[in-house]
């Protein structure tokens, strides 16, 4: 049991949403998702450690119930040849949003998180930009990103997209996840 509490106390997950659509539950109840995700594909431990150790969101008691009653199953298929965690997939994910929306805010001029700043922005507009080149820089990054990620991580754009797919489905099944 000890293996377990060090592993999960050492992930902790910003609990920001990206937009005001967004469910705000999700975010702030991430490391329930992210631990259910995990028992879904056949890791366990993570959800045994925050039954036993946090106490269990209101939203989020159905589908636990669910979970210890046996009406809800683990999905075994393509577990043994998955090189990335749920988790690792969806922390990229996560960041990669944050990192896309700071873009996307910063260019309009808000600023929803720390390094997301309109200082960004006037650098550009300082160096004697058009506003179209401008425009053309930021929205050539939420691809750079993922070709940032996909490069350190050594996968396909397509797979760095897929991923964002999945936490886009999540929310979408929120909080029945």
Known sequence: MEKIIKNHQERRFLSLRTTNLEPKEFYQNIEWVLAIVEWNFGDSDALVWHVAYDPIPILLRPVIAKIISGEKHQNSKGISNRKYTPTDRLSVALSLERKIIANKNTFTG???????????????????????????????????????????????????????KELRDLKKKWPDI
């Open 110 to 164: 808000y600023s929803i998180t720390e390094d997301a700043s309109p200082g960004y922005a006037w650098h550009y507009l300082n160096t004697n930009s058009t506003p179209k080149q401008l425009y053309k820089v930021f929205r050539k990054c939420p691809q750079q990103y993922r070709e940032r990620e996909a490069s350190r991580l050594n996968i396909s754009i397509a797979t760095i997209k897929k991923w964002e």
